[in-house]
Nanobody
Framework: QVQLVESGGGSVQAGGSLRLSCAAS????????TGWFRQAPGKEPEFVAV???????HYPDSVKGRFAISRDNAKNTVYLQMNSLKPEDTAVYYC?????????????????WGQGTQVTVSS
């Protein structure tokens, strides 16, 4: 199993930026695709970004051009750079690992999850 710990959340005004980090320990993290999801109160988890071990990425239209996922395999860490934040980006953000190298977007395909970090964007 891979253990994941998110950090970097906080409160920002609309138009601001945050960088989230997802630090991994346990199994060889660099072999797997890693994704970010978010969940707002009363809503289903929403796919935000995913990156595989070769660096290929995929985003939904809602964050494309504003968010960027990256990974540093030497540090066992995946990052989510969030720019031009909007109030609708407010949610708890989770990172998760798929245990394969496919750019998946469905939460059920991810096997290990972190505890989440809160992002709040005020208008």
């Amino acid at each position: 199993q891979v253990q994941l710990v998110e950090s970097g959340g906080g409160s920002v005004q609309a138009g601001g930026s945050l960088r989230l980090s997802c630090a991994a320990s346990g199994r060889r993290f660099s072999n797997y695709a890693t994704g970010w999801f978010r969940q707002a109160p009363g809503k289903e988890p929403e796919f935000v970004a995913v990156i595989n071990w070769t660096g290929s990425t995929h985003y939904p239209d809602s964050v494309k051009g504003r968010f960027a996922i990256s990974r540093d395999n030497a540090k066992n860490t995946v990052y989510l750079q969030m720019n031009s934040l909007k109030p609708e980006d407010t949610a708890v953000y989770y990172c998760a690992v798929t245990y394969d190298n496919i750019l998946r977007t469905y939460p059920g395909n991810f096997g290990s999850w972190g505890q989440g970090t809160q992002v709040t964007v005020s208008s």
